[in-house]
Antibody
Framework: EVQLVESGGGLIQTGGSLRLSCAAS????????MHWVRQAPGKGLIWVSR????????RYADSVRGRFTISRDNAKNTIYLQMSSLRVEDTAVYYC??????????????????WGQGALVTVSS | QSVLTQPPSVSGAPGQRVTISCTGS?????????VHWYQQLPGTAPKVLIY???NRPSGVPDRFSGSRSGTSASLDITGLQAEDEADYYC???????????FGGGTKLTVL
């Protein structure tokens, strides 16, 4: 059974730092790209960051680039999101998600086939 | 402002049918990228409901179906049940943005 379990959320003041972890199990972790998606209270889903299967490539949303760093440890089946210079607008539930990619019509498609339960990050001024 | 546009809310009585639209553009759905739908029950994480525009993961009732045409996609729910009350999100890929994009979400209320 695939499981993604986030940890590390909490209450932090603006300008502070926090590291989220996501422990994966039930699948061959090193074969999959992984992402972080966040959801502010009462709002929709927003993509935050992604990392490729071996950690050699990562990308970020404009809103977090330069402040957040995604990484992974395939030996521990875990991904991380190091968040710094936190802002009130970073307050959200952060979901760790598995990327399922496939090709079709000469395009590469992807969707999120498994989600963690989420980690709440609250940034207070 | 989401790249994919969904109605904020839809509603229907038990047993009825509702449709949730997801409108994109020539750089995402119109470019041929598949659309995927997620259901988020109150207080829980989203789960995939429809993938690759029309496919249901195992365990998803056939009351849920998806379609895609041009720059839009739709999620149809027939035989509405109380437990279908949830938020629904569409997702695709945008070639211009080179990344995953979501719709703003639609709240389904079962009357």
């Amino acid at each position: 059974e695939v499981q993604l379990v986030e940890s590390g959320g909490g209450l932090i003041q603006t300008g502070g730092s926090l590291r989220l972890s996501c422990a994966a199990s039930g699948f061959t972790f090193g074969r999959f790209w992984m992402h972080w998606v966040r959801q502010a209270p009462g709002k929709g889903l927003i993509w935050v960051s992604r990392i490729n299967h071996d950690g050699s490539e990562s990308r970020y949303a404009d809103s977090v680039r330069g402040r957040f760093t995604i990484s992974r440890d395939n030996a521990k089946n875990t991904i991380y999101l190091q968040m710094s210079s936190l802002r009130v607008e970073d307050t959200a539930v952060y979901y760790c998600v598995r990327d399922y990619g496939y090709s079709g019509n000469n395009l590469w498609h992807k969707y999120y086939d498994f989600w963690g339960q989420g980690a709440l990050v609250t940034v207070s001024s | 402002q989401s790249v994919l546009t969904q109605p904020p809310s839809v509603s229907g009585a038990p047993g009825q049918r509702v449709t949730i639209s997801c409108t994109g553009s020539s750089s995402n759905i119109g470019a041929g990228y598949d659309v995927h739908w997620y259901q988020q029950l109150p207080g829980t994480a989203p789960k995939v409901l429809i993938y690759a525009s029309t496919n249901r993961p195992s365990g998803v009732p056939d009351r849920f179906s998806g379609s895609r045409s041009g720059t839009s996609a739709s999620l149809d729910i027939t035989g509405l049940q109380a437990e279908d009350e949830a938020d629904y999100y569409c997702q695709s890929h945008d070639g211009s943005l080179s990344g995953v994009v979501f719709g703003g979400g639609t709240k389904l209320t079962v009357l």
